[in-house]
C-alpha cells in the first residue's frame, strides 16, 4: 500500500473528506464583469478614500433628509468591491442600499451576479440574494439563496452548493444549508453538507471546514482502497491533526481483508535548528502469517544543528521480521532494500579540523551474514599544513570497536592513522596532483572459541601521481557552434604489499567499478583491505557543448596497465580482491531536445570478460511524457549474475488521459520480475487513476528462499479517486505510479532542457 503525507485536509466530525487545492487555471472559469464595471474600478480605484462609496448611474431623484433614487446602469464602488445594477435606493436615515435588476458584485474575494443587493454604507456589509458566484481565491463556485460580504473579507453563504467543475452540469458538487468563509484567517466552515456526484446524494456531513490557502488543518485525507492477491481488498484513510506550527501527526489505520489492521503513525517536528520525523506502524495479528505473531515497523530521522560547528545525524529503523519493508511498502524505504542503515552522527568541522564521532548498525535482510556492528567510533581528520603553493600535510586517525555476535571473532579494535603529504596544482588546462602516505593500522581480536586476544600490525606505504590535460576549442556540429573538449588523463599508484589474512572485512565493501573508479587509489570503503597496486592508469575523454554549455555528447576510455606482473601479492588479497588490468568506456549522448542515452562498460582484459554494463535510452519531454528502456549487466555480485532489462513509459495522451506502464525481466534466470500498467482520466474536477501490477514477491523470512526457484507473484489493482480542487493535484501524477515498481524509475542526472 502507498503511504500518505502530511498535507492540509478537511475537518469534520463524520463522514469522508478531502482537501482544497487550487484548480488549474484553465478549468477555472470566472464570472465575467460587464467592461462599465472595470473601467469605473480601475477609474477610482487610486482617488477615493478606503471607506467612501461612489455612486454612477444615468438619472437621480433625491428627496433631502430621506432617500436617494439612482436609476440606469447603476455602479457603486467601494476600494473593496464593485456593483453594478438597473437601479439603487440609498435609505440616508439608515445609510442603506437597495439595488436590483440584474446585479453584479466584484471583489478580490468573489465575483456574484444576483437578484438583488443589501448594502450596509457604514458596517461596510454586501447581501445578495438568490446568487450565482464564483471565488476569486480558488476555482469554487456555485449558487447560494444568500450571499454576504462582512467587514469586507468575511463571505457567508446560505442555501448554497460548491463545486469546482465548470459548466452547468458538474460532475461533483457539495451542498450546506450554510457556508462561512474567513480568509484573514484562511479557512471555512459549512453545516448540514450533502455530497452529490452527478444528481445522486453519496454523502452527508453534519460540519465540516476546510482551508482556503496552502495552510494545514487537522482532518481527514484522501483515502486508498484497492484489491491485490497479498493484501486482499483493503482501505486504508489517513487522519491529518496540525498539533502546531511546527509539528503534525497523521494517523492511518488501514484494514486489509486477508491480513488485518494496520495502523501508521507518522509524526513530524520542525524549529529553527531541528527537524525530526517519527514513523510507527503496527499489526497486531498476520492473518496470513500468524507465526509471525505481531509485526511493526519504528523509524526515526533526526537532524541537528547546534552550532556553527557541530551538527548532530540519527537515524534508526528497528523491524519486527526482515520481510515487513518488502510486504508493506514505507516512505523511508523501499521494498527491494538488502539492508538497514542504522546510525548516530556527531560531527564538529572547522577550517582544519573534521571531528566524528559514530555509532552504526548495518542490519541485512534476508538470509545474509550479520555484518559487524560499531558501538563507537570516532575519527579525526586535521589539515597540519595547507599552503596557497598547493603543499599539505594531513594527518587522519580513527578509533572503531566492532561486534558481531554471531561470529567467532566477536570483538575487534581498530586504530587507524594515515599522515599523508601532498601537492596539487590547478589550471583551467591543467591538473596536477601528487600524495604521499603510510597507512598504520593495528588490531586487537577478541576470539569466543578460545577466550583469547590476537594483535595484528599493518603497515602500507602509498604513493600516487595524477595528471591531466584540458584542450578546447570552437567548432561546428551538425552545423551548429559548440565547444569541443579533449581531456587526456594519467595516473600511477603504487601501494606497499603487505600481509592481510588474519584480518576479516569489518566495515569494508568493495566500490563499484565503472571509468571514473579507474582513477581511485583505492578499492574497498574502508581500511581492512589495501590492494597492493603498481599500475598506470592512462583515460582521454571528449565532451561537445553548446552555446548555452549545455553538454551534447560525452565519450571516455580508460585502461589500467598493471606494471608488476611477477610480483606475489598474495599476502595482499586473493586473486579475486587484486586490482584488475580492466578497461572501461563511458558515453553519453544528447541525441536531440528529447532524446539521450547513457551507457558504461567495464572490461577484465585477464579474463577477457565484461565484468559490468548498463545502457539507458531515454525519451523526456516532462515528468509525464517521458519513456526509459535500460539494459544491466554484473558478472559477480555476491556470487549472483545480474542480466536484466528494463522499460517505463509514462505518456499524457491528451488533457485528460494519460497511460503509464514498466516491465522488467531477467535473462540469466527467464523470470518477469515486475509488470505493471495503469490509466488516469483527469478532468477539470475530478480524477480517477486504475494500475494492474504483476511482481516478485520477495519473501526475506524464508530461509529457502531463492530468485532461481520457488518464486511466487503478487497480482494487484489499485484505484485512486480524487476530486480536484478538494484535496487532488490537478496536474497529472501518472509517473507516480512507478513508485510501487520494484524498480523505481530514475530520470538520468544528465538531461538537462
Known amino acids: 500500500m502507498k503511504k500518505h503525507s502530511a498535507q492540509k485536509a478537511l475537518i469534520l466530525w463524520t463522514g469522508l473528506v478531502c482537501l482544497p487545492a487550487f484548480a488549474d487555471p484553465l478549468c477555472h472559469q470566472p464570472l465575467q464583469s460587464k467592461s462599465a464595471l472595470k473601467s469605473v474600478s480601475n477609474a477610482f480605484s487610486g482617488t477615493i478614500p478606503q471607506d467612501t462609496f461612489v455612486v454612477q448611474s444615468d438619472s437621480t431623484d433625491i428627496i433631502r433628509g430621506e432617500r436617494i433614487q439612482f436609476d440606469g446602469n447603476v455602479i457603486i464602488f467601494q476600494k473593496q468591491q464593485t456593483v453594478r445594477a438597473e437601479q439603487a435606493t440609498f435609505d440616508e436615515e439608515t445609510g442603506q442600499f437597495l439595488a436590483q435588476g440584474n446585479v453584479e458584485l466584484s471583489s478580490q474575494a468573489a465575483t456574484v451576479i444576483g437578484e438583488s443587493i443589501f448594502i450596509d454604507e457604514k458596517n461596510k456589509n454586501f447581501e445578495l440574494i438568490s446568487a450565482d458566484y464564483q471565488f476569486g481565491f480558488n476555482a469554487g463556485r456555485g449558487t447560494a439563496q444568500s450571499f454576504s460580504i462582512k467587514n469586507n473579507n468575511e463571505l457567508s453563504l446560505e442555501l448554497a452548493t460548491f463545486t469546482t467543475c465548470p459548466g452547468d452540469d458538474p460532475s461533483w458538487l457539495f451542498s450546506s444549508s450554510e457556508i462561512d468563509i474567513k480568509q484573514e484567517e484562511g479557512w471555512g466552515e459549512a453545516w448540514n453538507t450533502v455530497f452529490k456526484i452527478g444528481d445522486v446524494p453519496i454523502l452527508y456531513v453534519p460540519y465540516i471546514t476546510f482551508p482556503l490557502t496552502d495552510v494545514r488543518k487537522s482532518g481527514l485525507l484522501f483515502p486508498e482502497f484497492g484489491s491485490s492477491s497479498r493484501y486482499g481488498a483493503y482501505y486504508a484513510q489517513p487522519i491529518y491533526f496540525n498539533l502546531a506550527p511546527n509539528y503534525d501527526l497523521t494517523l492511518t489505520p488501514a484494514y486489509m481483508s486477508q491480513r488485518g489492521w494496520l495502523l501508521e503513525s507518522n509524526l513530524r517536528h520542525l524549529s529553527e535548528s531541528t527537524e525530526n520525523t517519527l514513523q510507527l506502524e503496527y499489526l497486531n495479528s498476520d492473518q496470513r502469517y500468524p507465526e509471525l505473531d505481531e509485526r511493526y515497523l519504528a523509524f526515526l530521522q533526526h537532524e541537528s544543528v547546534l552550532n556553527k560547528n557541530w551538527n548532530l545525524q540519527v537515524q534508526w529503523t528497528e523491524l519486527s521480521d526482515d ?165 587526456p588523463k594519467l595516473q600511477y599508484v603504487y601501494v606497499q604489499s603487505s600481509n592481510q589474512d588474519g584480518i576479516g572485512l569489518y566495515d569494508s565493501q568493495k566500490l563499484k567499478e565503472d571509468y571514473f573508479a579507474l582513477f581511485r587509489d583505492q578499492s574497498y570503503s574502508s581500511v581492512d583491505r589495501v590492494d597492493a597496486m603498481d599500475q598506470v592508469t592512462l583515460g582521454i575523454s571528449t565532451s561537445i557543448f553548446d552555446e548555452k554549455n549545455q553538454e551534447l555528447f560525452r565519450f571516455g576510455v580508460g585502461q589500467v596497465h598493471k606494471l608488476s606482473e611477477d610480483e606475489d601479492l598474495s599476502g595482499t588479497n586473493d586473486d579475486i580482491d587484486n586490482s584488475k588490468p580492466s578497461l572501461a568506456i563511458e558515453v553519453f549522448g544528447q541525441l536531440s531536445e528529447n532524446w539521450q542515452i547513457d551507457g558504461g562498460l567495464l572490461y577484465n582484459r585477464d579474463d577477457d570478460k565484461v565484468e559490468t554494463g548498463f545502457i539507458a535510452l531515454d525519451y523526456w519531454i516532462d515528468e509525464n511524457k517521458n519513456i526509459q528502456i535500460n539494459q544491466r549487466y554484473a558478472r559477480d555480485v555476491a556470487d549472483v549474475t545480474i542480466n536484466q532489462s528494463g522499460i517505463f513509459g509514462s505518456y499524457k495522451l491528451n488533457e485528460n488521459w494519460s497511460i503509464a506502464t514498466s516491465y522488467h525481466y531477467d535473462s540469466e534466470r527467464k523470470l518477469d520480475l515486475d509488470g505493471l500498467i495503469g490509466f488516469e482520466y483527469r478532468s477539470c474536477c475530478w480524477s480517477i487513476q486504475v494500475s494492474a501490477q504483476r511482481q516478485v514477491v520477495l519473501d526475506l523470512n524464508n530461509p529457502d528462499f531463492n530468485v532461481n526457484s520457488n518464486v511466487e507473484y503478487e497480482n494487484g489493482i489499485s484505484i485512486n479517486f480524487t476530486l480536484s480542487g478538494l484535496g487532488g493535484d490537478t496536474a497529472s501524477k501518472i509517473s507516480k505510479m512507478f513508485s510501487n515498481s520494484i524498480f523505481a524509475y530514475r530520470r538520468p542526472y544528465l538531461i538537462t532542457k
Open 323 to 487: 520481510n515487513y519493508i518488502s510486504e508493506f511498502n514505507s516512505d523511508y524505504h523501499h521494498q527491494a532494500d538488502t539492508h538497514l542503515n542504522n546510525f548516530a552522527f556527531l560531527r564538529y568541522s572547522t577550517k582544519s579540523t573534521r571531528l566524528n564521532i559514530f555509532t552504526q548498525d548495518m542490519v541485512e535482510l534476508g538470509q545474509h551474514d550479520p555484518s559487524y556492528k560499531i558501538p563507537f567510533q570516532v575519527d579525526l581528520d586535521w589539515d597540519a599544513v595547507t599552503s596557497e603553493s598547493g603543499l599539505g600535510v594531513n594527518i587522519k586517525s580513527s578509533y572503531t570497536h566492532f561486534e558481531n555476535s554471531d561470529k567467532d571473532e566477536h570483538q575487534v579494535d581498530r586504530l587507524h592513522v594515515e599522515p599523508a603529504i601532498s601537492y596539487n596544482y590547478y589550471h583551467p588546462s591543467f591538473q596536477f596532483e601528487s600524495t604521499l602516505s603510510y597507512l598504520a593500522t593495528h588490531y586487537q581480536q577478541q576470539f569466543r572459541s578460545d577466550n583469547e586476544q590476537n594483535k595484528i600490525d599493518r603497515g602500507v606505504g602509498k604513493f600516487r601521481l595524477l595528471t591531466g590535460l584540458n584542450f578546447e576549442k570552437q567548432t561546428q556540429f551538425f552545423g551548429n557552434n559548440v565547444r569541443q573538449t579533449l581531456e
